[in-house]
């Protein structure tokens, strides 16, 4: 499986404010390109966090993308992925609509009333560690349903645990022209941070985009 992640972050390095705010860091043309990114792949990750705070949908936007998408035999949408060990996302959440098929990796420790419930909706459930969700095996398991392509967009404290697990292929950034600050505002990687054996970057492309810039990189 091929692992992407990309987030948008402001020039400080921040993915939103500390109330755990979105803030509109890109614009309409950065918007464009994470819709293509989607587009080009099988399933879209988030952790719940990011599902608390933002209830986003992760699908496709462009009508022409889906379309293009549906005529290669494909669903309209990729797949979403959700990071929830201890079933937090509400039943009402977007990622559980029937805009696409919708995967919830969660642990051992989850409620089994909350797993049943959230079946209930037509989520397929994954269940891989015990009391946190294992990385490595629920994407093995995704591997296993066909996901080859994963595009991740947070937010930092899953960014961290797949860099922390050697799961990243590829990471792009935009990095927007304003600061956010706060020293418990979420960052590109929060987790514990690393204090040695950090993982080595080779950077692929800097572009200029909207007030500011895409920042790619291969993982070593
Ligand atoms: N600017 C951007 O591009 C962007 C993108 C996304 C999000 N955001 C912002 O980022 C914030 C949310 O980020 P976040 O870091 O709080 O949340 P997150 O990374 O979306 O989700 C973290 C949660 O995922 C669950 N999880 C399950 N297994 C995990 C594992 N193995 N490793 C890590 N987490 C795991 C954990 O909750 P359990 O222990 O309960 O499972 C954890 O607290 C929001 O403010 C949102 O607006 C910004």
């Not at 939103?16 to 994470?34: H, K, L, M, N, Y």
């Not at 560690?129 to 899953?158: F, H, K, N, Q």
């Amino acid at each position: 499986m091929h692992v992407a992640v990309n987030a948008a972050m402001s020039a400080d390095g921040k993915l939103s404010t500390r109330e755990r705010e979105q803030v509109a860091i890109s614009g309409p043309d950065d918007f464009d390109r994470v819709d293509a990114m989607r587009a080009d792949s099988d399933a879209v990750m988030v952790g719940v966090g990011t599902v608390l705070a933002d209830d986003p949908s992760l699908t496709v936007d462009d009508g022409a993308r889906r379309e293009r998408r549906e005529a290669a035999g494909k669903p309209a949408n990729p797949a979403r992925v959700i990071a929830d060990s201890r079933m937090r996302t509400p039943t009402d959440a977007r990622v559980l609509d029937d805009a696409a098929t919708t995967y919830l990796l969660t642990s051992e420790g989850a409620p089994p009333d909350f797993v049943d419930e959230i079946e209930d909706t037509g989520t397929d459930v994954i269940t891989a560690g015990e009391t946190r969700v294992d990385l490595d095996a629920a994407l093995s398991e995704l591997d296993d349903r066909g996901i080859e392509r994963l595009m991740v967009e947070g937010g930092g404290e899953l960014i961290f645990s797949l860099f922390e697990a050697g799961l990243v292929d590829e990471l792009s950034v935009f990095v927007g022209s304003r600061i956010i600050g706060g020293r418990n505002a979420p960052t590109l990687a929060d987790g514990d941070g690393f204090v040695d054996e950090f993982p080595a970057l080779e950077l692929t492309g800097v572009d200029r985009l909207d007030d500011g810039v895409v920042l790619s990189w291969d993982v070593s």
